[in-house]
């Protein structure tokens, strides 16, 4: 490829860097962002503005010299001049005769840009639009999806200076592809502006004029160097080839070498019939992609005595097979991990593929986060039905579905489906995790069960005796304490529910019980921030765990939190359900 830099009549190392990075050709990286169109005016100092106007043009790759092309910074300025009917049906925006990868139109006053129609439709993109008053377009390939394609503000204003600058960039992967497509090079036009520092190599180059002009009429590359009382004024218009007609790499999953698998993998190689026992194990940080991203399919699905976690994208692909195991390890066949999902997934999943020896280290058995929730839904559903049945007993009728939100026949039908909050709950939990997503996920836990209506509770309270005045101004933990209270000295007597109705006040009914302490603790760490996040945590130690430990992360924090919680509501569920059987 011609050698813009070293053609330019200005030594290399006395051109600033952002001219250098316009004359430089673009290399086949498919991570690579490609600068396909600007419109940036940069105060450099005062009194100096570097200034650039740049757009790509599809010029084809047929062995022809490349033509000098020329524009204004923008594909189209102001609009045709109607003159009759008809009169611009063959208006069609070209930069010098050639299509163009962003549509670009302005006036004196405003510009505005979007990914070129052409570009757009042949790449199958989809446009979203971001940010207010400062709006960009963001080009994503949703049939796998890849997001962040193209890139760019949608438009400026222009009274002396832009009221911002406008910067479009497109995956190189992407932008080769459509150039390939179309049989073209991405050629690059230019308008560049510094006032560059003074110096002697420079007053060589003007050989004592006070103008010099750079490149020839016609030619790739026409500009001036002259002198102002700022400075040696620089000024460059410029066509330049900067992406050849090559696509990038392709990703590939053929060729892998898998741990634990002899030899290289390929899709062939992974679909025999006699290598499809062959288990691969990954760390679950796997999950972390998808789980953040609502597009994909994360809920895990309790099946054929495991928890399953394959992600899914609408309909297009899913991983199968992959099953939770131990803490923070997934069990999947190889076949599983090839097997009608896009190369990208695949080699996604390479990433964190782990060791044998590392997985023989693990405790297969120690459980994981999904079987943690599943018990603490187990306890919500519990909850629910327990209260609904008490109040019935007690005269106060209230559906279990309305108390919590949780309703066990749409649980056996869908799973967690229609629960996001507790697949949410069950996300990625890693053992090094930080202290504010520890936070966060103590207050999705006391969240989930705090749907449980006060006045509800204070209602069956005040049918077993519990003066109405003395609970009146109570929270939801306080009277769920004296709720257990109660059910545990009527439990320990053998009481059955029509024992429970009252209206002598119970004995010890306002006292502390440490069997949902955790509860306490839980509620204190929701309320915890960056100020008081570290005298909240310490509130574990209480519970007798080892805050030493957290240097390490707060997997382990969670875990302990987890279990507290369940064991609380066992507490609650356990009396309340030999009290509700025996009637």
């Given at each position: 490829?011609?050698?813009?830099?070293?053609?330019?009549?200005?030594?290399?190392?006395?051109?600033?860097?952002?001219?250098?990075?316009?004359?430089?050709?673009?290399?086949?990286?498919?991570?690579?962002?490609?600068?396909?169109?600007?419109?940036?005016?940069?105060?450099?100092?005062?009194?100096?503005?570097?200034?650039?106007?740049?757009?790509?043009?599809?010029?084809?790759?047929?062995?022809?010299?490349?033509?000098?092309?020329?524009?204004?910074?923008?594909?189209?300025?102001?609009?045709?001049?109607?003159?009759?009917?008809?009169?611009?049906?063959?208006?069609?925006?070209?930069?010098?005769?050639?299509?163009?990868?962003?549509?670009?139109?302005?006036?004196?006053?405003?510009?505005?840009?979007?990914?070129?129609?052409?570009?757009?439709?042949?790449?199958?993109?989809?446009?979203?639009?971001?940010?207010?008053?400062?709006?960009?377009?963001?080009?994503?390939?949703?049939?796998?999806?890849?997001?962040?394609?193209?890139?760019?503000?949608?438009?400026?204003?222009?009274?002396f200076k832009p009221s911002r600058d406008v910067n479009w960039f497109m995956s190189n992967e992407?932008?080769?592809k459509y150039l390939w497509l179309r049989g073209g090079r991405g050629v690059r036009h230019f308008?560049?502006?510094?006032?560059?520092?003074?110096?002697?190599?420079?007053?060589?180059?003007?050989?004592?004029?006070?103008?010099?002009?750079?490149?020839?009429?016609?030619?790739?590359?026409?500009?001036?160097?002259?002198?102002t009382e700022n400075g040696l004024l620089l000024q460059v218009w410029a066509t330049v080839v900067?992406?050849?007609?090559?696509?990038?790499?392709?990703?590939?999953?053929?060729?892998?070498?898998?741990?634990?698998?002899?030899?290289?993998?390929?899709?062939?190689?992974?679909?025999?019939?006699?290598?499809?026992?062959?288990?691969?194990?990954?760390?679950?940080?796997?999950?972390?992609?998808?789980?953040?991203?609502?597009?994909?399919?994360?809920?895990?699905?309790?099946?054929?005595?495991?928890?399953?976690?394959?992600?899914?994208?609408?309909?297009?692909?899913?991983?199968?097979?992959?099953?939770?195991?131990?803490?923070?390890?997934?069990?999947?066949?190889?076949?599983?991990?090839?097997?009608?999902?896009?190369?990208?997934?695949?080699?996604?999943?390479?990433?964190?593929?782990?060791?044998?020896?590392?997985?023989?280290?693990?405790?297969?058995?120690?459980?994981?986060?999904?079987?943690?929730?599943?018990?603490?839904?187990?306890?919500?559903?519990?909850?629910?039905?327990?209260?609904?049945?008490?109040?019935?007993?007690?005269?106060?009728?209230?559906?279990?579905?309305?108390?919590?939100?949780?309703?066990?026949?749409?649980?056996?039908?869908?799973?967690?489906?229609?629960?996001?909050?507790?697949?949410?709950?069950?996300?990625?939990?890693?053992?090094?995790?930080?202290?504010?997503?520890?936070?966060?996920?103590?207050?999705?836990?006391?969240?989930?069960?705090?749907?449980?209506?006060?006045?509800?509770?204070?209602?069956?309270?005040?049918?077993?005796?519990?003066?109405?005045?003395?609970?009146?101004?109570?929270?939801?933990?306080?009277?769920?304490?004296?709720?257990?209270?109660?059910?545990?000295?009527?439990?320990?007597?053998?009481?059955?529910?029509?024992?429970?109705?009252?209206?002598?006040?119970?004995?010890?009914?306002?006292?502390?019980?440490?069997?949902?302490?955790?509860?306490?603790?839980?509620?204190?760490?929701?309320?915890?921030?960056?100020?008081?996040?570290?005298?909240?945590?310490?509130?574990?130690?209480?519970?007798?765990?080892?805050?030493?430990?957290?240097?390490?992360?707060?997997?382990?924090?969670?875990?302990?939190?987890?279990?507290?919680?369940?064991?609380?509501?066992?507490?609650?569920?356990?009396?309340?359900?030999?009290?509700?059987?025996?009637?």
């Open positions: 490829m011609f050698d813009y830099v070293g053609r330019f009549p200005i030594p290399a190392d006395l051109l600033p860097q952002r001219l250098r990075s316009l004359l430089e050709p673009v290399g086949t990286d498919p991570l690579q962002r490609v600068e396909v169109s600007s419109f940036t005016e940069t105060e450099r100092s005062e009194s100096n503005r570097e200034t650039v106007h740049m757009l790509m043009a599809v010029v084809p790759d047929d062995g022809n010299a490349i033509p000098v092309l020329h524009s204004q910074g923008a594909v189209a300025h102001g609009v045709p001049t109607p003159s009759e009917k008809g009169s611009v049906k063959d208006f069609t925006p070209n930069v010098s005769g050639y299509d163009y990868i962003v549509a670009s139109w302005g006036s004196s006053l405003f510009f505005t840009y979007t990914l070129a129609e052409k570009v757009w439709m042949a790449l199958g993109l989809t446009p979203r639009c971001i940010g207010n008053e400062h709006q960009r377009l963001v080009y994503d390939d949703l049939s796998l999806p890849e997001f962040g394609v193209a890139e760019g503000e949608v438009s400026l204003q222009y009274h992407y932008l080769r308008f560049y502006q510094a006032t560059l520092a003074d110096s002697p190599q420079l007053r060589k180059l003007m050989n004592g004029e006070r103008f010099h002009s750079l490149g020839e009429p016609g030619s790739w590359l026409d500009g001036d160097l002259r002198e900067a992406v050849s007609c090559n696509l990038c790499p392709q990703q590939t999953a053929d060729g892998l070498t898998w741990p634990g698998v002899a030899g290289k993998v390929t899709h062939a190689s992974a679909n025999d019939i006699m290598r499809n026992d062959t288990t691969v194990y990954l760390d679950d940080r796997f999950l972390e992609r998808y789980e953040q991203n609502s597009l994909y399919g994360s809920t895990p699905v309790d099946a054929h005595g495991g928890w399953y976690c394959s992600p899914s994208y609408l309909g297009q692909w899913s991983f199968t097979g992959c099953r939770r195991i131990g803490r923070n390890l997934i069990e999947v066949d190889l076949r599983d991990l090839y097997k009608g999902v896009p190369e990208r997934e695949t080699l996604h999943a390479h990433v964190h593929a782990l060791d044998p020896a590392i997985v023989k280290q693990c405790d297969l058995t120690e459980e994981h986060i999904v079987s943690k929730v599943d018990r603490f839904l187990t306890q919500m559903l519990s909850l629910g039905e327990n209260l609904s049945r008490l109040g019935t007993a007690l005269g106060i009728e209230k559906p279990a579905v309305e108390l919590l939100g949780f309703s066990r026949e749409e649980v056996a039908a869908d799973g967690w489906l229609h629960y996001p909050q507790v697949a949410k709950l069950a996300q990625f939990a890693p053992l090094d995790m930080t202290q504010q997503a520890f936070l966060a996920r103590c207050k999705s836990i006391h969240e989930i069960w705090q749907k449980l209506p006060d006045g509800f509770l204070k209602q069956l309270l005040e049918a077993m005796g519990v003066p109405r005045k003395l609970i009146a101004t109570l929270g939801k933990l306080k009277l769920l304490q004296c709720l257990l209270n109660i059910l545990t000295r009527f439990d320990e007597n053998c009481e059955a529910s029509d024992a429970l109705k009252s209206k002598d006040e119970p004995e010890g009914w306002n006292a502390k019980n440490s069997d949902i302490a955790m509860l306490f603790v839980t509620y204190d760490l929701r309320i915890a921030d960056a100020h008081d996040a570290v005298s909240k945590i310490e509130r574990l130690q209480d519970q007798d765990f080892d805050t030493a430990t957290l240097h390490q992360g707060y997997g382990r924090a969670l875990d302990f939190v987890l279990d507290g919680v369940i064991d609380a509501f066992t507490a609650i569920n356990s009396p309340l359900g030999r009290i509700l059987a025996r009637a």
